[in-house]
């Protein structure tokens, strides 16, 4: 990918609605066939948190009324894993409330792991910051993806978390990296951030020390008890011009729908993936809000001749 600087990125995403998703359009057809990657979210360890993340119910700053639960048993996961395998998931991703997992935890979620790949299921799990020693466990574990948000630009972020630093967030990401796992990152849309921290953000993703394999959008999903529970809504043509960028910006990597899919028509959701959004969560449940009902969307991507096995 070409170093870009903001005021090209400004450029791309600012130009005219209908040019910047036929051009978006245009080069996820160079790149993709019209396919969606189906993936699965579960919480392997809920609640607790002790980052105060502005959108989480989980972080134990918020006043989120959430039920804690300590890691999954095994067995658990194995019939966890069993269904999504039944069901036509291609990855499993696993999600734990740490700010960093300690070395029991991390000796566990490997068993996870390995339970995923007898299964033949591709694995993320998204564990909070990791030192280059427990992403090189990670790795001998069979990880194939770690994810890890920026969640929004350098310049918002200290509005959305104080526990943890942007800076904190990208060593994360650079010793996924060198451990040789692929990286799944991205944001959140929707917490009151302006168009130049929108820009600011993709900006920010394209300077990444790795190239990720997979970003994630997000439409922020207001939870009461959270600092962002009252935020205005976001323009939804905001949603489509940010997907239509990172697709030009990033032709090869998937760009995954996730939270707030739940929120979205089905027009709305048609305009996502035409414009370059080709992953999508798949299930009733993300960590710890609803997702879109599985047999709507086996309905909406046969409407729209999109195959799901990708
Ligand atoms: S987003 Fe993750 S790190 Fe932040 S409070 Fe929630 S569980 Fe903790």
């Known amino acids: 990918m070409n170093l870009t600087n903001q005021q090209q990125i400004a450029e791309i995403y600012q130009q005219p609605f209908f040019q910047l998703i036929s051009k978006s359009r245009h080069i996820h057809q160079q790149n993709f066939a019209d396919d969606m990657e189906l993936c699965q979210l579960i919480s392997v360890k809920t609640g607790g948190c002790p980052e105060d993340c502005g959108y989480c119910s989980q972080s134990i700053k ?10 999954l048993p095994t067995d658990e996961i194995e019939a966890i894993v069993k269904e999504a395998k039944a069901n036509g998931v291609k990855r499993l991703c696993m999600g734990a409330a740490y700010r960093s997992p300690n070395s029991s935890a991390l000796k566990k979620i490997c068993e996870y792991i390995k339970i995923v790949k007898q299964h033949d299921l591709e694995s993320c799990v ?11 466990e990670l790795k001998q574990a069979g990880l194939d993806y770690y994810n890890h948000n920026i969640d929004t630009s350098p310049e918002y972020y200290p509005k959305i978390v104080t526990t943890r630093k942007f800076e904190d967030r990208i060593d994360t990401i650079k010793n996924v990296g060198e451990a040789g796992i692929q990286v799944c990152t991205g944001g959140i849309l929707g917490m009151g951030e302006t168009l130049e921290d929108r820009i600011s953000f993709i900006h920010a993703l394209t300077q990444l020390p790795f190239v990720p394999g997979s970003i994630t959008v997000n439409m922020l999903v207001k939870i009461p008890g959270t600092k962002l529970n009252d935020v205005p809504d976001l323009d939804k043509l905001e949603l489509v011009r940010v997907i239509a960028t ?3 910006l990033f032709p090869q990597s998937r760009i995954r ?14 305009i996502c993936f035409m414009s370059g959004a080709n992953s999508i969560f798949y299930g009733e449940k993300l960590l710890t809000t609803d997702n879109n009902d599985k047999n709507s969307d086996h309905q909406l991507l046969a409407k729209l001749g999109i195959t799901s096995n990708a």
């Open 62 to 71: 918020n006043s989120s009324e959430i039920k804690v639960n300590p890691l």
């Open 257 to 270: 729908l996730t939270a707030g899919r739940i929120n979205l028509s089905e027009l709305e959701q048609s």
């Open 246 to 248: 990172i697709r030009i």
């Open 126 to 136: 998204t564990l909070g910051n990791i030192n280059p020693q427990q992403a090189q």
